[in-house]
């Protein structure tokens, strides 16, 4: 320590501060301390380990798995190509696919109107806390709306057939592909407006004025600039849309009661009675359904890095 | 008659006179500046121009042609913004060439004239590079060039610098106002700045609620302010309020001042009268238009060294020169300053 | 100016087809909710379903785990989002690697992971609502973790921790008594997105066997005519409610974070 008038100071190394009467921190409460601050995130990834990793490791492992031996196998993944499965996997993606296209491309031009579209401020405020409510809206309740409303006996199918249309007449259902499709649509429809609605948002008005500074016509700043940019937010948005039709359960099980042929159906009937009598299958199936959607995700988060460069200065 | 003219401009929004009988007339290759605080109707009249507003009362002409009812796109403008709007998705080659493809010309000549503004701007690295991954000062530029890629005829600058640092700002301003000047592009210019619009413009037209206070050259408006608000917002003004003795003499605050012009009110009325800190000095003796005074403040800015000093009511901002062999004077010292007669100006 | 009236038209248009599209099931299924007696708009289709004991017995069972998922939810993400915040900003990629594992892993997929390793011992824990709960949780967690993130990262904790422990306060005092009070936006968003997605929960109720407000309107379905859109109605107040009060509280945010729920 630096006598008292004494014009030189020292600074102390750490093993001589215990010396100097200072408390050092020793080795051990050094360590003491590291782990106390990961000691609070432990509860989290605990849980997070518990049910989210462990389910799909273990779906994983199942699916490479004989159920009998329990020996490394691929026979559960080329079991996957079963007609019936083939066939539930194709409905799946082309009713994902189907709406994610519709949805998007409808999604898209309700957000355009709400932002570059200059509606008033209030309806775009309506369509945003609308399309929150209704995105959650889906499930038993959705279905039984449809029902009510393009159902045999719904409110605009007896409207449609006092005008003359028989929808049902003329081979409509509710309760097949297209039923299913349009039902989707209900939470597909507002999960396109509140995901683009910010790349939307992000669409500079310069550009426009620019564009038009310099004898752009508005299909030309559509050609050239507006779509160009809004492509990759537009695409990611569209595969976001595709994976949440496909992980869809509830809506098409309560519509449908598991009839129509999804992934997610069979793997629910996997569930309540071991119908394909085949573990290694079910997980073959699951672990299938986890893949295409970790795909989509995956596409989605590298679009969406992409045009937050351009979107978001 | 000009190349630009602005008639009578009027705009209303809802209740608010944004801009209010505007007349301007600008000749071709003229570069004018519109100058004034946020919310005085100088970008709204510059989008009049542009026509991304619309004028509720009035006409403008450019190049004799009426372009009112003419959309933006057909009225041969380059318009700079101040947030650069380069397309973020195309190369500085590809946003200079933007109008170029619109117009329909040959990928030949699109090449040829961008590399030759590319030249003008002496950024021709930059050819490949896209927005992000420009600087400001740089993204500035290839905007200024996309604008005169095209050959406008009237060149609009909406406070193009303010988004840039103070060092590069008086780079860029320099190089605009030489390649406006080589181009011999007629140029509007808009910007808070004074010193931006009185080291560029061959006219400023000063702006205040949407009203033109003034319409002259930079010597003009800051060496004979017309009103107040010019004297105060062109440079630094000392107001002073004076009653009338005679024809050129005014009394302020019991002191005698001569000026040089013929006063514009009869004996006894009150005027406001304005003097500019440069043009008053620290006299030695007694004299005419000598009045004492105390020194309040003293500020050394570097280059000019500015005194307040108290008279009477009045206190005067006095900006000398620095003077190595010079002291300047202390807080509390009694001085005299000199108020020369050609130096007072009647502003209201 | 800026937009012409052509295209002001366009937008009308489109947003009016749009708005067509989602209004029209709701009034259908209200409309439809109101035909129980014979030729007379009534509400006896919703007395009916009020005067079930399944039904408040359900919606009751739906309304704990609800409760259970919000507070297991909020006592799992607060701390951990404070502290990756204040101290772990390393941790951050990992957390929004977990917060997406709910999207890779479906509802469906995750009962049925779920019950593969829960359903024997030593880990048995399908008896026990503690795994609906789980699985609620792990559902709600990149909605709940995202609001209160958020939440976070608008206030500057650091100062406000250094501020309170300068002053003598426990890292738990510093949590529960100066960041939690700054963040009940984020928490009430959070809580009621999450009460929003556990009461309109089918998946995860059904495979897992529990009697579950939706599963119960489901179970209506196959013997009654018109109270499931009753129940509809019903369902779709709560969840409109529920998402209204987030709205009203300010979480107006028009992204993808106020989307949780069965599908």
């Known amino acids: 320590m630096a006598a008292a008038g004494s014009s ?9 501060l215990n010396a100097n009467g200072i408390d050092a921190p020793t080795t051990a409460s050094r360590l003491w301390g590291v782990v106390k601050t990961w000691l609070v995130v432990v509860p989290f990834f605990l849980f997070a380990f518990m049910f989210l990793v462990l389910p799909a490791l273990s779906i994983t492992v199942g699916s490479f798995s004989d159920n009998d031996t329990g020996a490394f196998t691929l026979a559960n993944i080329i079991e996957l190509r079963r ?55 889906a499930g038993v309740p959705l279905a039984f709306a449809f029902v009510a409303t393009i159902g045999r006996l719904g409110a605009v199918t007896v409207l449609l057939k006092a005008l003359g249309v028989d929808l049902y007449g003329a081979g409509f259902s509710l309760y097949t592909f297209i039923g299913l499709c349009l039902t989707y649509l209900y939470f597909q429809l507002p999960l396109m407006i509140l995901v683009i609605t910010p790349s939307l948002d992000g669409m500079k008005t310069q550009w426009r004025e620019a564009c038009q500074s310099l004898g752009g016509s508005t299909w030309q ?53 071991d119908a394909l009598h085949n573990p290694g299958l079910g997980n073959a199936l699951a672990l299938g359904m986890v893949v295409i959607m970790v795909i989509s995700v995956a596409i989605y988060t590298l679009l969406s890095r992409r045009s937050a460069r351009w979107l978001n200065r | 008659m000009g190349y630009l003219e602005l008639h009578n401009i009027q705009k ?88 170029l493809k619109i117009a329909g010309k040959s990928t030949a000549e699109i090449k040829q004239r961008v590399g030759e503004m590319l030249e003008l701007i002496q950024l021709p690295q930059l050819a490949g590079r896209y927005p992000h991954q420009m600087s400001g000062g740089q993204q500035q530029r290839v905007a200024l060039a996309r604008a005169l890629a095209t050959q406008p005829t009237v060149l609009l600058l909406d406070e193009p610098l303010s988004a840039l640092d103070a060092k590069i700002r008086v780079e860029l301003r320099e190089d605009i106002r030489a390649i406006q000047k080589r181009l011999g592009i007629t ?18 037209v000063v702006m205040n609620h949407g009203k033109v206070e003034q319409i002259g050259t930079p010597f003009e408006i800051y060496n004979f302010p017309a009103t107040q608000f010019v004297a105060s917002f062109v440079g630094t003004a ?111 | 100016m800026g937009i012409q009236k052509s295209t002001r038209w366009i937008a009308w248009l489109w947003l009016v087809l749009g708005a067509m599209y989602f209004v029209v099931p709701l009034i259908a299924t209200a409309e439809f909710s109101l035909r129980a007696k014979k030729g007379v708009y009534s509400l006896l289709a919703y007395q009916n379903v009020f005067a079930q004991s399944k039904f408040y017995e359900s919606f009751g069972f739906s309304l704990q785990m609800a409760a259970l998922t919000i507070i ?29 594992l709910p999207f890779v892993v479906p509802a469906v997929v995750l009962a049925y992971g779920l019950i593969k390793i829960y359903s024997r011992p030593p880990l048995l824990l399908t008896p026990s609502p503690a795994l609906l709960v789980a699985g609620y949780v792990a559902l709600a967690l990149p909605y709940l973790y995202r609001s209160i993130d958020a939440g976070l990262r608008a206030i500057d904790i650091k100062t406000l921790t250094e501020a309170a422990q300068s002053l003598g306060a426990s890292p738990a005092n510093v949590l529960f008594r100066v960041i939690a009070p700054n963040l009940r936006v984020a928490l009430l968003s959070g809580a009621f997105l999450t009460f929003a997605t556990v009461i309109g929960e089918y998946t995860l109720a059904s495979l897992l066997v529990w009697p579950a407000f939706a599963p119960y309107i489901n179970l209506v379905n196959s013997s009654k005519v018109y109270e499931p859109s009753a129940l509809a109605v019903i369902s779709f107040l709560l969840t409109w409610g529920s998402i209204g009060l987030i709205q009203a509280l300010g979480g107006r945010r028009s992204d993808s974070s106020q989307l949780a729920g069965t599908r």
């Not at chain 2, 509007?188 to 619009?197: F, G, K, L, P």
């Not at chain 2, 309020?241 to 001569?258: I, S």
């Not at chain 2, 050394?300 to 000398?320: C, E, M, P």
């Open chain 1, 221 to 273: 700043f559509w050609r050239f600039i507006a779509l160009p940019i809004l492509t990759p937010p537009l695409l990611g948005a569209m595969v976001l849309l595709f994976g949440n039709a496909f992980g869809a359960y509830a809506t098409a099980y309560a519509l449908t009661s598991g009839q129509i042929n999804l992934v997610t159906m069979v793997i629910g009937q996997q569930i309540s009675g």
């Open chain 2, 238 to 348: 000392n107001l002073m309020n004076a009653t009338v003795v005679d024809a050129r003499m005014v009394e302020v605050d019991g002191h005698r001042l001569g000026t040089h012009n013929v006063l514009p009110a009869g004996p006894g009325a009150k005027l406001r009268l304005t003097v500019r800190p440069e043009t008053l000095t620290l006299a030695d003796a007694e004299g005419p238009n000598v009045v004492p005074g105390e020194v309040q403040t003293v500020t050394f800015l570097g280059s000019v060294v500015r005194s307040r000093v108290k008279i009477g009511t009045h206190t005067l901002d006095i900006d000398a020169l620095n003077n190595p062999q010079h002291v300047p004077p202390s807080p509390g010292d009694r001085v005299r300053v000199h108020v020369p007669a050609a130096a007072l100006l009647v502003i209201g």
């Open chain 3, 72 to 100: 297991v939810g909020m006592v799992l993400v607060l701390p951990t989002a404070y502290w990756v915040n204040l101290k772990l900003p390393q941790l951050r990629p990992v957390i929004e690697f977990v917060t997406l």
């Open chain 2, 12 to 99: 209303i929004f809802g209740t608010t006179v944004a801009v209010d009988n505007f007349n301007l007339d600008v000749a071709r290759g003229e570069f004018v500046s519109f100058l004034g605080a946020s919310g005085c109707g100088k970008t709204t009249t510059l989008r009049m121009i542009a026509g991304f507003e619309t004028p509720s009362h009035g006409a403008i002409v450019i190049d004799g042609a009426n372009v009112l009812g003419k959309p933006p796109a057909k009225r041969k403008i380059g318009m700079v913004f101040q947030s650069y709007a380069l397309f973020p998705h195309m190369s500085a080659a590809d946003n200079i060439g933007f109008g």
């Open chain 2, 187 to 204: 140029a509007i210019y808009v910007t808070h700045d004074q010193e931006e619009a009185l080291s560029l413009s061959d006219r400023i």
């Open chain 1, 8 to 16: 030189s100071v020292r600074l102390l190394m750490p093993s001589e």
């Open chain 1, 83 to 137: 007609p019936s499965i083939v066939s539930a996997y194709s409905v799946s993606v082309r009713i994902s696919v189907v709406t994610a296209l519709l949805g998007g491309v409808f999604g898209f031009l309700m957000a355009w109107a709400v932002s570059l579209g200059q509606l008033p401020r209030w309806v775009r405020s309506a369509l945003l806390t609308f399309s929150g409510v209704a995105s959650n809206f």
